[in-house]
Each structure stands twice: as C-alpha cells, then as structure tokens.
DNA sequence: TCATTATGTAGTAAATTTACTATTTTTAAA
DNA sequence: TTTAAAAATAGTAAATTTACTACATAATGA
C-alpha cells in the first residue's frame, strides 16, 4: 500500500493522456476536490457531465480498486491543507490568496520532485564531488544565485570551491581544466548557450562535468552525470521560483551525502567552521 | 465544517463515557484506525463485535452525520498527523532515507511559515518596495545568496537594485542613504553584528528599513517593517537549510506582490525582460 | 414491575460495481 | 485518399454491496 502522496498533482499531470470523460471527470475533480471526497458517485458523474460507470473507471485508472478507495487518497493528500495543483497567480488575487498561492506552488514543487529523485544520479554525484580535488560551480541567472548558494556550502569539505557568473571566467577555467577537477553546472531550461558551449569546451578536458539540468537537454547530453530535475515550470512566462528551490534542496542533499561520506570523524571539522562565526552574533539576551 | 484535528485523540479521551457496545465500537478503531477507514459498516461491526447501528450510532455521537462521514473524518485526522516532525539526517543514513528526510524537512518549514505568514508585514513590504525609488538587499553567508536571487527579481520593477556582500559597501551606503531609499535585510538569526550596524547606520537616514529575520531579534528592532520568518531550525549545529528557502519564496510573494501593484499594464514590460533571453537559449528541438 | 436506555433485526433505499451493448476512434490495407 | 476491421470508449441496465431507518427486543435501574 504506497498511497499516493498527492493524487491531484498526479491527475493533473496526466490530465493530457486521458480520454475525454476521464478528462471531464478530472476537471470536476480538480474544480472542488473537497466537495468530491463528500459526493457521491452519481452526484459527481452528473458533475462532470458523465455516467457513473465512467467515473469508476477513472478511479481505477489511477490505482484505486473503486470509487469510495479513490475518494479515500483523495481526501488523504487534502489533509495537510496543501492545494496539490499549482496555480497561477492572477491579477484578481489579493493579499489573502497569492501568498496562498505561491507556498503552494512551491510545496507541490518538492513534494514532486520528492517523488522522482534520480537516486542513482545522486550517489553518483556525491562520489564524483568527494573525490574531486577541485569543484567549480557554474549558473547564469537565477541559476548564479544557486551556484553561489553551493559555493556557500561545499567549501566546508575542504575541497577548493569556485563559482563564477562571468562566461568568459567560466569558459577559460573551463579550457584549463584537468584531472581532479569537477564542473557542476546549474541550469533550469539546459539550453543556456554560453553555458552549454563552457560544458563542451571541459568536456574536451580531462575533467568531470556533473550537471543539475532538465533532461534530454543540450547541457544534460555534455555531461557525464545528469541530475535530472522534473519542475514543470512556465519559465517563458513566468520567472523561475520553484525550480530553484528544488534545485537548492538536492544541493543541499548532495552536501548532507559527502558529509555522510566523511564519516564522523568529520563533524569536529565542521564545528570548527560553526564556531569561527560566534564572536560575529550578537549573543542571545 | 471544522473536522477535529485529531478524532483519534478525542475517542480516546472520550472512551470511558461511552456505552458497552460503543466502548466495542471504539477500540475496534483505535486497534486498527487504517484499516476502519477502509471497511464497510459491515465489517468494522463485525470486527467490533456489535450490530451495524451501533456502529452508525457511534459514529454520530462523535459529529459525523453517518459512517462514511465519520471514515472521512478518520482518514483526513490519520494523515495530517503522522508526516510533521523534522528529521535529522544522522550518519547510519543511506542514499535511500536521507534525500528524503531533507526534502521532508524542507517542505515541513514550508508548510509551516506558511500557515503563520505575516500578511500585514508583508503588505506593508510590498508597498514600500513598490514606492522605493532605489532598493538594496543585504545579505551575508547564506543569506548573501538569498538578497542575490532578490536581486534578479526585483530589477525588473524598473525600480534600480543593489546587492553587496561587502561589509564596508553595506555601511557607505547606508551612510549615504536618503528619501526614497529602501534597504532590505535578510537574516535568518537577526543577530549578525556588521549587518545590524549597517541598519543602525540607515536607520539614522531617511530611509526606509524592511527586514526578513527573526522576531525580536535586534536586526527586528531597528526596522521599520520586520517579515518575521519563524523557521525551527538549529543552525547552531546543522547548516541553514529550510530557513533560506522560506526566505525565497517570501521574496517570490513580495516579487508578485510588487507585479499586482503594478497592474496588468505592466505586463509588457515584463514580456521585452522575457524576450530579451530568447536568443541566448538553442531552441527547443 | 415499570420506565428508560441500550442493542439488535429486518427491511429499504441508496450507492457502487459488473456485464454487456452501441458508438466512436484508430489502424491498416486496398 | 477510402474502406473495413479492430480497438477503445461511453453508456445502459442489472446485480451486488452498503448504509440507514423503523421497529422490536433486551438490559438496566428505580
């Protein structure tokens, strides 16, 4: 028993593949998810506009053995009070909604990619990360700030860490690479010129290019290891908020997985680093 | 509608009051809460060896208007409750428990600062930026990655934006401030001396002074508008992790908060800032 | 014993599911 | 293209399961 932990993010991903009363059914569903939970079969099948042997089939296509089983998952992922369907802000929003709004967004993001963690491409990394002599991490953008995020806690594992913004920096460090050292390149869309063309240039090198990227892109095709990060996001007209923050999480497991790597006689290391910032707090009244 | 966030708790507290048949009915579901919601009234009767009205009886002295009410009531108490504890990442985890801890962690801060979001202060944020003539975000360590991710931002509100995470910087300009200018501080513990003396020294201008930190923190006290973030994390001993990313997407609300401001007539402009990247991407195949 | 409360029985209405049929859509061949 | 066969989709009707109500019986306490 593996209940889905947000079944409306899964009809509304697939809401594209269904056929067209399953896709009615869906809208209904998706429109008042709490009302569905209370409805009864026939009462959501006049909803959507359907018979109700049609909604039975709907939810048996997305893994439950019936229609009461399915209003069961569905009233279980709207317990934690997260509105599974990311929504757009709009200009009618106001202050009581659009914040609402954007934490949603951006749990539903997590909880997504949660879901679809490339394990292996994880581990993998983390290998590649402890056992380089060097790390540079490379962003332009919104992906700049991620980079100078990884920057903020990779130094901590007494490997050299570097970012740099400019592509000219980063094209020519790039060129002069060699064993040891690791490219980590950040980019939402994998499509970035400039950044693709650095990946190309180390790839020429004898370096390692690890990248934190969509998959099947240009820049995922340059590298050795591709973390693949699913975020659907309208990057073309909205700005990039919940990819980066999926983006800083799996750094942040990264981190947590070389630490682990380090074993334990590790942690005194990193307690120094702590302690080098007490005398610039202001203590705690 | 106001479901009981914790039934279970309340027939238990409850249990000594009941009746023998609903005392039966009672610890049939406590022995087994999962497997209730799942049963019919048949069933659940059975295994509490009592009749089907019993059951029914049961399940309206506790505020459900029948059994399938009463098994929605259950399912949703059942799954709020259990997935809200932090977990830390310990060293006999493996590549298969700690990605998913961290990414538990992150979306229980979300989940959380989302529920105590600070409206007012927020409102009151969006519209000081809205009427700055020139913003500075602040920012050191972890936080210095946050006010540059501000900054790619809030540049396209045609308002000009500054980042430093030069000390020194921080103070000339604050020095240096005047009408119309507006610093931001992002501080996950409020405690960070240099930057508390850069406000101090703003605070001294006619400027205004916006903060996203800690309540009562002395970064909180020389603001004019404090965002407080109330984040459980102990960055005494791990990394800030979960707190920055609260912080972006509260910069996020504050981004779209500035756009409604601006009204749909701004959306153009938004577009031309899109369009610009356009030729700095390989197309999509 | 009587009144009151508690519990169970049986029947009914409602809801769900299954099995089947008509229709539409897709596929492949002419 | 056009046509025919195959596959899929969606609805009808019937069977089954489920939940509830009214009523009867049993238990309890005065």
Known sequence: MTPEPNLLAVIQRQLSELNKSEAKVAKAILNAPEEATRSSIA???????????????????FGATGFPDFKLQLATSLASGVRYVSRAVEF?????????????????????????LPLKAIARAVDQIAQARRVYFFGLGTSAAVARDAEHKFFRFNVPVFT????????????????????????????????????????????????LTAEGSPLADKSHCCINVKVEEDTEQYL????????????????????????EGFTPHLARIKDSLKDTRFQTS
Chains 1, 2 share one sequence.
């Open 43 to 61: 009462s959501l099948a006049a909803a959507a506009g359907v018979s109700e042997p049609s909604v039975n089939r709907f939810c048996k296509r």
């Open 92 to 116: 009618s929003d106001d202050i009581n909604t659009f914040p609402t709004k954007l934490f949603d967004n951006a749990i539903n993001a997590l909880m997504t990619a949660k879901e679809e």
């Open 164 to 211: 740099h913004e400019d592509p000219l920096m980063q094209r020519m460090l790039a060129a002069s690479a060699g064993v040891g050292d690791l490219f980590f390149f950040i980019s939402h869309t994998g499509r970035t010129k400039v950044l693709v063309e650095a990946a190309e240039i180390a790839r020429q090198t004898e370096a390692s290019i690890v990248s």
């Open 240 to 263: 990039p908020m919940t990819s980066r923050l999926v983006q800083l999480v799996i750094l942040d497991v990264l981190a947590a997985g070389v630490t682990l790597r380090r074993g």
